[in-house]
């Protein structure tokens, strides 16, 4: 599964959200952003699919439907990935995905 998605927190551009591209496997989730290549460099991250938990947002904005965090609760950090996909039923089919995947590891 994958699904392109705005990266709304990307630290290596906080100005404005950032279009990626989301990809679900089996055991990771990978989130690569073209944009965003410097010197070359391609900006992306990948998540163990056993170090993910995924949180739909509960506000009341208008666009809380299109958005969810990724929390990399694997991570001596734990980071959170603010995402956001242009429909409604492209973010629960994604979210789906991502839980499906780690339902078969456990």
């Given at each position: 599964?994958?699904?392109?998605?705005?990266?709304?927190?990307?630290?290596?551009?906080?100005?404005?959200?950032?279009?990626?591209?989301?990809?679900?496997?089996?055991?990771?989730i990978l989130i690569f952003c073209p944009t965003l290549s410097k010197n070359k460099t391609k900006v992306y991250r990948i998540l163990p699919i056993a170090e993910v938990e995924v949180n739909e947002r509960d506000c009341e904005s208008a666009q809380s439907q299109y958005i969810f965090v990724l929390i990399h609760i694997g991570s001596s950090r734990e980071p959170l990935y603010h995402l956001c996909c242009c429909q409604a039923e492209v973010k629960n089919h994604f979210i789906k995905s991502i839980r499906k995947a780690a339902a078969t590891i456990a």
């Open positions: 599964m994958f699904a392109h998605v705005n990266w709304l927190n990307c630290s290596e551009n906080r100005s404005r959200p950032v279009p990626c591209v989301a990809f679900v496997f089996s055991t990771l």
